[in-house]
């Protein structure tokens, strides 16, 4: 085995654990707070609740709501200034994968003078950020608990994977209750990006002793609430082990990888401005129809941990269940086809491709999967998800 495992050094799991945010901001020495975040969850109430919080422990916070779902370089350097002008000391990341992942990198770029792009691919920055605490409110990215950023480039239109120790949170506080507002939709996307942590986690060419355990727990838990959360949005089983899934399923794939569903997910986030675990949830079933081939076992694996094959199936007819499986999982969740959710002609689409396919190949993760497609082959996988 060779394996790195970063997580956070604490990372606390409890219904109600967003209220120790106070404690541990002081714990971490903080005068004061950028509490970084989007305005639904101003208006929901929570950052107020959150700031009362801070205020209350001596810890004065100021609210940067300017994070855009898949966040940008500009909302990032917008927060930073707010940070600078209001001399914070420290970084609390509340929401989805976009507030905590816009609060990562604001967190570096208060230490690092340097132009965000420098900080895109792999261990790119240099010295540890502020202190950091993530609230997910998701259930959701694991971004909490990863050494992950995805900030868009907008001079580029391409999504910046960053991948630094040094952008793991001080804290987690992952606290399901947060998540029990979450509408059907929403429900449905960033479950399905769960549990595409959990299945490109362990059949990441870099899976490993550390992470599979991890994400077969994530796999396995995901497979058995994420319905009931999507049809019973008040069902707290169902979302307590949903949040439990994303934070299991990040931990798993920071320290795997993710692969070409995530890789091919991102140009098409990136050009056709789609959520992020709605364009995964969208390529998973035909990405994984194509890569079976690289990992039969392990995709038979999957494929008995969700239930789509008996204990006894052999390993061909369970990995080959497992594709079906997602197709009627998204069917279920109302989740069609690609071209139900942008709305673009075809042949604007098809003009995309080649440098959609490029840009996957480019971003490193179509590396890690256990069949490697050429350029050509991407540009046919995207065919067959329109
Ligand atoms: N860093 C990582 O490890 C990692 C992993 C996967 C995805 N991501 C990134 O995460 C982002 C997506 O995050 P996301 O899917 O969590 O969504 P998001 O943060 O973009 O939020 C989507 C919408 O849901 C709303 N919302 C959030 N919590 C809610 C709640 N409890 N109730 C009601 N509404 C709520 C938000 O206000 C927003 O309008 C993408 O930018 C993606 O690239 C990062
Ligand atoms: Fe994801």
Same mark, same amino acid.
């Given at each position: 085995m060779n394996a790195q495992f970063n997580v956070p050094s604490t990372i606390i799991v409890a *219904?109600?654990? /967003?209220?120790q945010l106070a404690a541990q901001a002081a714990r971490l020495g903080g005068r004061r707070a950028l509490l970084v975040t989007d305005a639904t969850l101003v208006a929901s109430g929570l950052v107020k609740r959150c700031a009362d919080q801070l205020a209350a422990a001596d810890i004065p916070a100021t609210v940067f /709501?300017?994070? #855009? $779902?898949? $966040?940008?370089d500009e909302n990032v350097r917008e927060g930073l200034a707010l940070l600078r002008k209001e001399n914070c000391d420290l970084v609390v990341g509340l929401g989805g994968g976009s507030p905590m992942d816009a609060a990562k990198v604001i967190a570096v770029a208060a230490t690092n003078d340097a132009p &965000?792009?420098?900080? %895109? *691919?792999?261990?790119?920055?240099a010295r540890a950020g502020l202190p950091l605490v993530l609230i997910p409110?998701? %259930? *959701?990215?694991? /971004?909490?608990?990863? =050494?992950v950023a995805v900030i868009t480039d907008t001079g580029r239109d391409q999504k910046m994977m960053m991948l630094d120790v040094? &952008? &793991?949170?001080?804290?987690a506080l992952v606290d399901?209750?947060?998540? &029990?507002?979450?509408?059907a939709s929403l429900t449905a996307h960033v479950g399905v990006d769960t549990l595409t942590h959990g299945i490109e986690a362990c059949v990441s =060419? #870099? %899976?490993?002793g550390l992470t599979d355990p991890l994400a077969e727990q994530c796999i396995r838990l995901t497979a058995a609430n994420l319905l009931t959360a999507w049809a019973e949005p008040a069902n707290r089983p169902a979302r307590e082990a949903m949040m439990l899934a994303a934070c299991l399923g990040g931990m798993a794939f920071a320290n795997s990888s993710v692969c070409l569903v995530h890789g091919m997910s991102r140009p098409v986030g990136a050009v056709f401005h789609l959520a992020h675990g709605l364009s995964n949830a969208l390529l998973l079933p035909e990405i994984t129809r194509w890569s079976l081939r690289g990992a039969v076992a392990r995709y038979a694996r999957i494929a008995r941990l969700v239930g789509? @094959? @008996?204990?006894? %199936? $052999?390993d061909e007819s369970a990995s080959a269940s497992l594709p079906v499986y997602l197709e009627q999982l998204n069917a279920r969740l109302g989740i069609g086809r690609l071209r139900d959710f942008i709305h673009v002609d075809q042949t604007v689409f098809e003009q995309k491709l080649p440098a959609m396919a490029e840009a996957a190949l480019a971003s490193? /993760?179509?590396?890690?999967?256990p069949a490697l497609p050429s350029t050509d082959e991407i540009v046919a996988l995207y065919r067959r998800v329109w």
């Open positions: *219904g109600g654990a /967003s209220q /709501s300017g994070v #855009k $779902p898949d $966040p940008t &965000l792009r420098e900080f %895109a *691919g792999y261990h790119r920055i409110t998701t %259930a *959701g990215t694991g /971004s909490e608990v990863t =050494k040094h &952008l &793991l949170a001080n804290v399901f209750e947060l998540s &029990l507002t979450m509408p =060419k #870099k %899976a490993n789509a @094959a @008996a204990d006894s %199936a $052999p490193g /993760s179509p590396q890690n999967n």
